[in-house]
Antibody
Framework: EVQLAESGGGLVQPGGSLRLSCVAS????????MHWVRQVPGEGPVWVSR???????AYADSVKGRFTISRDNSKNTLFLQMNGLSAEDTAMYYC???????????????WGQGILVTVSS | DVQMTQSPSTLSASVGDRVTITCRAS??????LAWYQQKPGKAPKILIYEASNLKSGVPSRFSGSGSGTEFTLTISSLQPDDFATYYC????????FGQGTRVEIK
């Protein structure tokens, strides 16, 4: 059974940093593109970042230069390092899997349960 | 950026009703569109991909259609489990979601 489990969220002051983790199980993690998606309650999800199996990355303009996505295929873990946080980054953060092994389909077939990040003084 | 606009924002319907949700893209996205269902406190769940392909395990009362810039999600006979928020997502120019359509009990 495919499972994704996020951790590392919480309350952080403006300008601070957090590192989110997403542990994957039930599939060959290294074969799949992985994404981070965030969602403010009551709004639609927003794509944040993605990484392919070889480590090639892409970012939304709103987080470029502040967030870094990475993965440790030996530990089946996806990361999101978030620096320079502001109130606008407050959201539920989800890791999500692209369903195509070895390439990309573009949509998401599995999501984690989400982890809340709150940026406030 | 490709903008995705859903209508209506809220839809009131009864069990057994046929329900249609529309999603418009600000530019041509061919068939590269997915539909998700989200319930409170849960992650989105994939229903439809490539505009009209039903994901395995999703009830056949859900269907999708469209191409280019206009798409629809139809629920042929609304069931109690279907009261939720629905999102469209394009995945040809990065990844963009619509703002959502909440389906509520009439």
């Amino acid at each position: 059974e495919v499972q994704l489990a996020e951790s590392g969220g919480g309350l952080v002051q403006p300008g601070g940093s957090l590192r989110l983790s997403c542990v994957a199980s039930g599939f060959t993690f290294s074969d799949y593109w992985m994404h981070w998606v965030r969602q403010v309650p009551g709004e639609g999800p927003v794509w944040v970042s993605r990484i392919n199996g070889e480590g090639v990355t892409a970012y939304a303009d709103s987080v470029k230069g502040r967030f870094t996505i990475s993965r440790d295929n030996s530990k089946n873990t996806l990361f999101l390092q978030m620096n320079g946080l502001s109130a606008e980054d407050t959201a539920m953060y989800y890791c999500a899997r692209d369903p195509a092994a070895g390439h990309t389909n573009g949509y998401y077939d599995y999501w984690g349960q989400g982890i809340l990040v709150t940026v406030s003084s | 950026d490709v903008q995705m606009t859903q209508s209506p924002s809220t839809l009131s319907a009864s069990v057994g009703d046929r329900v249609t949700i529309t999603c418009r893209a600000s530019q041509n996205i061919n068939i590269w569109l997915a539909w998700y269902q989200q319930k409170p406190g849960k992650a989105p769940k994939i229903l439809i991909y490539e505009a009209s392909n039903l994901k395995s395990g999703v009830p056949s009362r859900f269907s999708g259609s469209g191409s280019g810039t206009e798409f629809t999600l139809t629920i042929s006979s609304l069931q109690p489990d279907d009261f939720a928020t629905y999102y469209c997502q394009q995945y040809v120019y990065d990844w963009t979601f619509g703002q959502g359509t909440r389906v509520e009990i009439k």
